[in-house]
């Protein structure tokens, strides 16, 4: 079945502790991005990728790092500068261009820190 | 600043009755606007979109009416269903699509009552 993978669903860190979250696709898609879900804010974009080795900082892009080495693969690092990253954060993906631009999500990351 | 507005967090209507979602977009280069659906700890799933060429969508229950003077579109439901309770968001992209970057508003939380 094509979809979206996020990996894991629940996770705890410790403060002052990097953390990765993966997020892997099979749609052939070319466009990749991260959302971050705060309770009444909506949907907030993080980072998004247009192509491989190539992205762009979103609305909240502080404290958080990306990588897009690979189509299938666009893994978020929640990195200790980020001051209140306990949050839900969810990865989708889209076709880029072309005027459609409906996007798939994965279930989601809850991100706790303790 | 908040490009794309949903300014009721929440609505209750009866099972059977209609409802109607809305949403206020600012920026006047947004030109394809789609409606998602999500439940608590899912990511969210796609419902309807339509491209600013147009002003009326449907899908089945699912209408999706835009005014592009006022900046306004709403989402109809009828005849709801207690299925139907979740949070909509209401999203937009820019740049005609070409970016595939989804602006979405903060959510609407509907409780569809036996």
């Known amino acids: 079945d094509g979809g979206i993978t996020q990996s894991p669903k629940y996770l705890f860190r410790k403060e002052g502790q990097n953390v990765t979250l993966s997020c892997e696709q099979n749609l052939n898609h070319d466009a990749m991005y991260w959302y971050r879900q705060d309770p009444g804010q909506g949907l907030r974009l993080i980072y998004y990728?247009?192509?491989?080795?190539?992205?762009q900082k979103g609305d909240i892009a502080e404290g958080y790092s990306v990588s897009r080495e690979k189509k299938e693969s666009f893994p978020l690092t929640v990195t200790s500068a980020q001051k209140n990253p306990t949050a839900f954060y969810l990865c989708a993906s889209s076709m880029a261009g072309g005027g459609r631009t409906e996007a798939f999500f994965g279930q989601g990351t809850r991100l706790t820190v303790v | 600043d908040q490009q794309v507005k949903q300014n009721s967090p929440s609505l209750s209507v009866q099972e059977g009755r209609i409802s109607i979602l809305n949403c206020d977009y600012t920026n006047s280069m947004f030109d394809y606007f789609l409606w998602y659906k999500k439940y608590p700890a899912e990511g969210p799933t796609f419902l309807i979109s339509?491209?600013?060429?147009?002003d009326k969508n449907e899908d089945g229950r699912f209408t999706v009416f835009l005014n592009k003077s006022a900046k306004h579109l709403s989402l109809h439901i009828v005849p709801s269903q207690p299925g139907d309770s979740a949070v909509y968001f209401c999203?937009?992209?820019?740049?005609?699509?070409?970016?595939?970057?989804?602006?979405f508003g903060q959510g609407t939380t509907l409780q569809v009552k036996p």
């Open positions: 339509i491209s600013s060429i147009k």
């Open positions: 990728s247009q192509i491989v080795n190539d992205f």
């Open positions: 999203a937009a992209s820019d740049k005609g699509g070409n970016t595939g970057k989804l602006i």
